[in-house]
């Protein structure tokens, strides 16, 4: 296998968010309502703004034993070379950064405490992305056959959660 130098580009990036928002709540509810701002660039002087909700509330019921949650979001985020190795650390190592935008988000879902050592958790969660990072195979006659490439696309992902946790004795918790 040849040992090849790949070109390594440096570019200018800017990254700016503002989050205003306003709290209220009470015995059985919260609040949360807020605007966020993002302002990003890979290329100055050009910066992409967005202006996105920032709304998330829940109701508790049956003496805080049951609580249902909502929320609408979204944003800007610059993607760096530690977020891709979380996710794959097999990346090459000259990946495209871009700007991932998620164009809307929603979470909702329930918690309950059914029993005083029993807690259930199910949710939803819908996120509208651009420029989602995935990773492909960078099997090519230059690159290394043990390493992935980044390509960026738009996504459409659904998420259901579940998690149950039961405190079986005072020092031991089982989650799944």
Do not use: C
Request: glycine share 8%.
């Amino acid at each position: 296998m040849d040992n090849v130098v790949l070109g390594v580009t440096v570019k200018d990036r800017l990254s700016f968010k503002m989050n205003p928002y306003f709290e209220m709540g009470g015995d059985f509810y919260r609040l949360h309502l807020g605007v966020r701002v993002d302002g990003s660039s890979t290329a100055l002087p050009t910066v992409q703004w967005s202006v996105h909700p920032d709304v998330k509330g829940s109701l508790t019921v049956l003496n805080n034993a049951l609580e249902f949650y909502a929320g609408l979001n979204g944003g800007q985020q610059m993607v760096t070379y530690s977020d891709l190795t979380r996710m794959n650390p097999f990346v090459r190592s000259n990946a495209d950064l871009e700007i991932t935008k998620v164009k809307l988000g929603f979470d909702g879902g329930f918690r309950a405490n059914i029993m005083k050592t029993l807690d259930l958790h199910v949710g939803v969660r819908y996120r509208q992305t651009e420029n989602d990072p995935f990773f492909g195979d960078a099997a090519s006659s230059y690159a290394p056959h043990n390493s992935f490439l980044v390509y960026y696309d738009a996504t459409r992902t659904v998420s259901v959660l579940a998690n149950v946790r039961w405190l079986a004795f005072d020092k031991l918790t089982v989650d799944a």
